[in-house]
C-alpha cells in the first residue's frame, strides 16, 4: 500500500484498510416463498391386480420415508457482480432448534437470489441479514461525518456512516459422514431417517444465543439408498402363477447448521430431496389353459413328468428384467461429498435491529 | 425359468468407496426357500399342489473402519438379521 489508511487493533487484526471493499449492512429481509423439491416418484404395475398367491402390493408410495425440509427463497436487491454475504437469523437456538443452510445463491436481475434450507418445517421462517461492498449499497445517509477511505482507483471501500460487517465468532465445521446409519429397512419398509450425531465445534463465547446470526454455506451431501426385490413363482389354488417385484427409496441429504449455545456451533443433515420407484409384473393361468394342457400332454406322450413342468413353465414370463437402475433416479448412492472444511462466521443481530 | 428358481442364496459385495479411512460397502443379499427334491417337485406340478419358490434380493449399506475380510462381512451381514434360507410357511 504505497498511500491509503491501514487500521489495526492492539492484536494486529486489521479493522479497516482502504485497498479492501468492506461489506456493510445491506438490509434485513424476509423469505418471499417457500418451496419443497418434489418428490421423485413412479411405479409400474403390470397385471398384478388379479394374480393369486402372495404378491405384494404394500408400500407403493412414500412411506416411512422421512419428512423433507423446507427451502425459503430470498430477493435480496443489490445490483452488482459481487452475491452479498447473508447471515441466517435461524428460527429458534439450542439443541432442538431445526438446521439450516444457504443451498443457494445466484443473480436474478437486479437481485441475489438467496436460497435457505431448513432441516424441519416451522411456523417461524429464518430471516436474513445481508452485507455487500459499499460500490453496490445505494442506500443514503444524511449524516455528513465520520470516516471514508478509497482505494487507488477511488472507489469507496469503507464508510462508516454505513454499519460494517461485524464478525464475533467464526471457525471452520466438518459435517457427519452419512446421515443415516445402520439398517437402511426391512422387507417393503424402508428406513432412511437423519440417525446422524450433530458435529460441534466452539467459537467465543457470546451473551445471548437467540441474538447470534451466522454465515456458513451448505457443502456437504449425502445421498443414501435402500433396495428391496422380492419374486415367487408356483401354483396357487389351481392356477400357476409368477410375479416379480422391484424397489429402490433413496434420499438426498444436505448439511446445515444451528447455534447450539452461546459458543457451541453444530452441523447435521436435512433430507432435501427423497424419492422411490418400483416396477411389479405378475401373471397367472389356471391349470386348463392351453400352455398347462400342452406341457402335460407332452409329458405323457414322451413320459416325463419334468418334461410337462418345464414347458408349462415356459407360458408364464420370467420377469428378468423388474429392475430398477438407481443410476437413473439419484444423483449417487450409498455416500457423501464435501465434509469437511466448511467456514462460518457468527455475528449479532443486534447490530443491526 | 420361473418354476425353477435357481438363484443361489448368499451375498456379493456390489460396491466399495473409500472417505476418509471410512469403507463403504453395498452388499446384495440373497435368500430363497430351499429347493423342493426333483421328482417330488415335478409331482407337485403335475398335481397342481400349492408351493412357492419365494427368493428375496436386499441391497443395504454397511461401515467398516478398515477393510473388512470375509468373516467381518459376515458377522456384520448376521447382526443385520441377514438368512439366506426363507422358511417355507
Known sequence: MAHG????NDEGDILIDSDFSHYHFLGKYNHSSVTQVPDITGGSDANTNSIGGNSPDQNKGMENMPAKGEIYIYSVPVNGANPPICFVKPTSSGASAPYTG??????????????????TVTSASPVLYCFSPLAQISNSTSTTHGLKTFNSSGVTTFDSRFKPLRAVGGGEI?????????????????????????????????SSASDLIFYCPSLAHACQKYEYEQADSGWYSGRRYSWHRSDIWWC????????????????????????????????????????????????????????????GAI???????????????????????????NSFIISKASYYD | MINEISVTAGWEIINTEVIDGTYLV????????P???EELHAQMHEDKVDHTHLKSITADLFTFDHDPTTAEIEAALDERGFNPVIARE
Open chain 1, 102 to 119: 444457504i443451498v443457494l445463491t445466484k443473480q436474478s436481475g437486479s437481485n441475489w437470489e438467496i436460497r435457505v434450507f431448513q432441516s
Open chain 2, 26 to 33: 453395498t452388499i446384495k443379499m440373497t435368500s430363497c426357500e
Open chain 1, 252 to 311: 438426498f441429504y444436505r448439511s446445515c447448521f444451528r447455534i447450539a449455545s452461546t459458543s457451541s456451533f453444530e452441523a447435521n443433515y436435512g433430507v432435501f430431496a427423497r424419492g422411490h420407484f418400483y416396477e411389479h409384473e405378475a401373471e397367472d393361468e389356471p391349470w386348463w389353459s392351453f400352455s398347462n394342457l400342452f406341457g402335460a400332454l407332452l409329458g405323457f406322450l414322451f413320459g416325463g413328468a419334468i418334461f410337462g413342468v418345464l414347458i
Open chain 2, 35 to 37: 429347493d423342493f427334491e
Open chain 1, 5 to 8: 489508511l491501514l487500521v489495526k
Open chain 1, 174 to 206: 466438518t459435517s457427519p459422514g452419512l446421515a443415516h446409519t445402520g439398517s437402511s429397512g426391512s422387507s417393503w419398509d424402508v428406513s432412511l431417517s437423519i440417525n446422524a450425531s450433530s458435529v460441534s465445534t466452539s467459537f467465543t463465547a457470546q
Open chain 1, 315 to 341: 407360458s408364464a414370463s420370467t420377469f428378468t428384467n423388474v429392475n430398477v437402475e438407481a443410476g437413473d433416479y439419484l444423483p449417487y448412492s450409498n455416500s457423501y461429498r464435501n465434509t469437511s472444511g
